[in-house]
């Protein structure tokens, strides 16, 4: 009997802006791969930057529906996100709406940990070889709130990390161009990509980094180190890597969430 032909994969941009996740993908990938080697002694350092992208994009995209919903407060679930403080008085945020776009279990079709276990199973990592990303990620918001954020573990396999603030403070102004770029005049314009498919795309990428830093990273580390960062890289204050971009603060139904560009054009 002939096997079913392998199911293809319908992400939410499809059909309407396909070539445009194209795009931004090739360019992502480019642009990380042109700054980092992928091979070597720095390859690790190149996870934990594709890492970073997925979790601020991850941000960006709840901070962009919560702008849309929290003036309908029987939208918005309590705790689905939250602004919150570290002991030494820096901001930090958390909430269901930024780990959904990271982790399997919050009703979000693609997330980060979906597409990283993929990868890394596909090179040769059992399933029980992963670890708790869910205790993972409750591990980075205690260290948030202990002022002790931004430093990845140490652990078996790593070496010259980078911190996630430090590689997305470079990064994210050429990613978000990226993301928001115009068609180019040779193909035919499409939709925008919505703010909720950047982690998406940016998890696409991050996936196909596991597979291409297998020579130096052992995969298994790999999904760790692209696991980690994103949890840091969605934490950190977005003024962090995207400075003046949004307004955060205590509002009279919960978090006030505002978009600069959008209170510029109001007021105009």
């Not at 059992?126 to 205690?142: G, H, I, M, N």
Request: aromatic letters at 6%.
């Amino acid at each position: 009997m002939t096997p079913a032909p392998a199911r293809r994969e319908r992400f939410p941009w499809e059909p309407e802006s396909i070539n445009r996740a194209n795009l931004a993908q090739a360019a992502l990938r480019q642009l990380l791969t042109s700054k980092i080697p992928v091979r070597g002694e720095h390859s690790q350092i190149l996870l934990v930057a594709a890492g970073a992208l997925v979790g601020f994009a991850a941000q960006n995209a709840a901070l962009e529906q919560g702008e849309l919903l929290t003036s309908r407060r029987d939208l918005v679930a309590p705790e689905s996100l939250m602004l919150r403080q570290t002991k030494d008085g820096r901001r930090f945020l958390g909430g269901r709406w930024i780990n959904a776009a990271l982790l399997l279990g919050y009703g979000h079709g693609f997330p980060l940990q979906r597409f990283v276990v993929q990868a890394a199973a596909a090179a040769g990592v059992k399933r029980t070889e992963f670890a708790d990303y869910w205790e993972l990620e409750r591990r980075v918001t205690k260290a948030s709130a202990d002022g002790e954020f931004g430093q990845l573990e140490a652990g078996e396999g790593r070496t010259m990390l980078g911190r996630p603030q430090d590689l997305l403070r470079v990064l994210w102004p050429s990613v978000r161009r990226i993301f928001i770029a115009p068609m180019p005049m040779e193909v035919a314009d499409e939709p925008m990509l919505n703010e909720a498919h950047w982690p998406i795309v940016a998890s696409l990428v991050a996936a196909k980094l596991i597979a291409l830093t297998a020579e130096s990273t052992p995969p298994g580390v790999a999904a760790g180190l692209v696991m980690e960062a994103a949890f840091i890289g969605s934490k950190l204050d977005p003024e962090t890597a995207d400075a003046g971009r949004w307004t955060l603060g205590p509002g009279v139904r919960g978090l006030h969430i505002a978009r600069d560009d959008r209170q510029r054009r109001a007021i105009a």
